[in-house]
């Protein structure tokens, strides 16, 4: 008896042509309008997530260049080329592995190879899966083919970090980005799957591994093998759950009613039973994540079951769920949630980062955040500042315009002035009273103060005495005769420097007297023996000056 070989659902159904790529719609409009011209490029980059299709479109497009009927957008799969290719068995179709083969004695292999026109095939095509993996020198290699590259051959490389390709690879490509592919397109895909394989699965089953997928349609086939081989024909949602170690709807209800509420003391049991059940805490934490989403769904949209489909049980029970909670508070919630789901997972402690993040939850009410608290402190600084203005401009209008009361007055009033500060009639001086014996400071009062103190030390200093001559003063000398004369006739001295010079000499013939240089003398003692004002020292005369005037 001849054993059946089982083909897994990811091989089975993968697309044979352009018509049945799921999900890359922009990608294959591109290749088949390309095809239809004949302008086919020389290298194609194909980049993106895991199990999008990007190796699929690579081989689809190799069989429509080579296809008999071709290069055409409708390979035939039918004829010698197509078959070959679909069966890895075509010579000039190369499919190398980029990690394996990542050498660059591999690369010099490879472009030896080149030289040569295809044997069987009308177009050469080498499809280097995982590119970013070879190594520097590889690429180098790689470079110098595309640069001139060998005619009839055709380059497809494909990548899920094509950031890690060297830009001048890619400036030598035509680069297609591959998209995650949508959860409905996944779940008509795995419809159309169950229906040829007759499995029975509900519409919320494969949803649940459309949404477990996260845009790759590979491994939402793969969930769905083996929930097949789990449940045989019949894969229950409960199943499902089980495979995909999802935890139940009830434990994730019980969970946003402990945070809702502020139970902190129900958060370490919830948490209990978590690890005790052996699920995923990584896991749980990102459905709890989703369960919020849905919650916020529930709570600003009429009927959410258009883009998540529940069954009416569950959706009954996020309508009254989401009735308890605002807007803003589910956003906040979600927000906390997706900031610490990156520590979570590189947590050598899960359970108690986990049992610290839901506890923060339950008392979200009470925190005050930073971002909050410095935007109320700025509101609070521009109602300040508008206050302040608001102040001041009142302040303003008041200075500059009269106040109603005074107007009549001042109106009745002549010779007034017009200004009410200025006016002694409307706002009469205000009596100031001060202690006994004081009075109030002003400039005025101090410089009557002072010049009536300078006014007493001058009357106290009397003049000094100028004491009598022990001899009167000779009037016989000429120089005298000629001053008395002079001033008897009142003659006016002349003003000729002749007469000036004798002036100057008779003035010093007159100070050698002796009679002169005594009174001199004495005079200059008593006014040195003056004292000054403020209370100084009293000055004293020179006294060698005085040794030689008590000589004489």
């Given at each position: ?18 018509e ?61 080329f ?111 799957i ?9 519409r ?36 499902i ?29 919830l ?68 900031k ?68 009549e ?36 009062n ?7 103190k ?55 013939e ?12 004495m ?30």
């Amino acid at each position: 008896m001849e054993e059946k070989h089982y083909r897994i659902l990811a091989l089975k159904y993968r697309p044979q042509t352009f018509e049945e790529v799921v999900g890359q719609k922009h990608v294959v409009q591109t290749l088949v309008n390309a095809l239809r011209k004949g302008k086919i490029g020389q290298a194609y980059l194909f980049s993106g997530m895991r199990g999008v299709g990007k190796t699929t479109v690579a081989r689809i497009l190799a069989k429509a260049l080579n296809c008999v009927h071709g290069p055409t957008p409708h390979p035939c799969n039918k004829c010698e080329f197509c078959r070959a290719i679909m069966n890895d068995r075509a010579i000039d179709v190369l499919e190398i592995d980029g990690a394996a083969s990542r050498k660059v004695e591999e690369a010099r292999e490879l472009r030896e190879g080149l030289k040569y026109s295809p044997l069987h095939s009308r177009y050469k095509v080498v499809i280097i899966d995982e590119v970013h993996m070879l190594t520097p020198e590889a690429f180098a290699t790689l470079l110098k083919i595309l640069e001139e590259p060998p005619p009839k051959t055709v380059f497809i490389f494909a990548t899920t970090e094509a950031h890690k390709v060297p830009k001048t690879i890619i400036s030598r490509c035509q680069h297609f980005e591959f998209n995650r592919i949508s959860q409905k397109d996944i779940v008509h895909h795995l419809e159309y799957i169950a229906q040829k394989e007759n499995l029975s699965v509900s519409r919320e089953g494969l949803y649940l591994i459309a949404e477990a997928a996260e845009g790759s349609l590979r491994d939402a086939e793969s969930i769905l093998d083996k929930a097949a081989a789990f449940s045989g024909d019949n894969i229950s949602d409960e199943d499902i759950k089980i495979l995909l170690g999802t935890v139940p709807q009830s434990l994730l209800f019980e969970v946003s009613r402990v945070i809702l509420a502020g139970s902190t003391g129900e958060v370490f049991s919830l948490v209990d039973k978590l690890v005790e059940a052996g699920y995923e805490l990584v896991t749980f934490y990102h459905q709890l994540i989703h369960h919020f989403r849905k919650l916020l769904l529930a709570k600003t949209m009429s009927n959410f079951k258009d883009i998540i489909p529940v069954n009416e049980e569950e959706y009954q029970q996020y309508l009254q769920e989401a009735a308890r909670v605002s807007v803003e508070e589910l956003l906040r919630y979600l927000n906390a949630l997706l900031k610490e789901e990156p520590a979570l997972k590189r947590s050598f402690q899960p359970r108690i980062y986990l049992e610290t993040v839901l506890i923060k939850l339950c008392h979200f009410n009470q925190l005050v955040f930073l971002e909050e608290f410095l935007a109320g402190k700025r509101q609070e600084g521009e109602k300040e500042k508008i206050r302040l203005v608001d102040q001041l401009g009142k302040r303003k209008q008041e200075t500059q315009t009269t106040p109603p009361q005074f107007e009549e007055s001042l109106r009745s009033e002549q010779g007034l002035k017009k200004t009410p500060l200025q006016n002694k009639a409307i706002f009469p001086p205000q009596e100031k009273i001060f202690p006994q014996g004081e009075r109030e400071i002003t400039p005025k009062n101090l410089n009557d103060e002072s010049s009536q103190k300078s006014k007493s030390v001058t009357n106290n200093l009397s003049p000094p005495e100028i004491p009598e001559l022990s001899s009167p003063v000779s009037t016989s000398s000429p120089v005298r005769k000629q001053k008395i004369s002079s001033e008897a006739r009142g003659e006016k001295e002349s003003s000729s420097p002749s007469r000036s010079r004798a002036k100057d000499k008779l003035l010093a013939e007159a100070l050698e007297e002796p009679q002169v240089r005594e009174f001199m003398e004495m005079f200059k003692a008593q006014v040195l023996a003056v004292q000054p004002l403020g209370g100084r020292s009293q000055v004293k005369a020179n006294p060698d000056r005085e040794k030689n005037n008590q000589g004489e």
